[in-house]
């Protein structure tokens, strides 16, 4: 499994338990600690999914109020945990992660093959539904915009 895949994985574990423990930063931080130890002792940034469970968490309310506006008839506590924390983990990398670092099909893919790996049956295809509605409304604008721009600059230019 490639590090950064499972530095996702060992994020959405963390979260998970966060989630469903209703731990505190703190609590979700020696968490994570513990789950590299366990699951990840050869992961080299091992800052990596650390700063994915302390985003989600810090910019938790920000982003369970755009899932649920982009979810049709879900509100967050009717979604299974495990959905609810793919979403989450998604939603941060695609929303406040550097997209040179995180580029957004990234994000939307690893999110997809998690819901594989530990959703229900219908789950791949709700988390890849609720992330790409997410994509269009907040990212695919801004990129069209920024391509507008620069083809508008160039055009300046000559």
Known sequence: MA???LS????????????????TLEEAEKLVDENLKE?????EDKDYPKNLVKGVILHKKEIDEII???????????????????????????????????????AIDEAIEM???FGGDHSQKFINGV????????????????????????????
Request: proline share 3%; glycine share 4%.
């Open 3 to 5: 590090s950064r895949h």
């Open 8 to 23: 996702r994985v060992i994020a959405f574990q963390t979260l998970f338990e966060w989630d469903f423990r209703h731990l």
């Open 39 to 43: 699951f990840g002792p050869d992961i």
């Open 68 to 106: 649920e506006t982009n979810t049709k008839s879900f509100t967050l506590s009717q979604m299974s945990p495990v959905d609810r924390n793919i979403l989450r983990l998604g939603c941060f990398e695609l929303l406040f992660e550097d997209k040179n670092t995180v580029p957004s099909k990234v």
């Open 115 to 117: 819901a594989k790996a």
């Open 131 to 158: 992330l790409a509605t997410i994509y269009q409304k907040f990212i695919e604008n801004k990129d069209e915009g920024l391509k507008n721009e620069s083809n508008n600059d160039q055009e300046n230019i000559e």
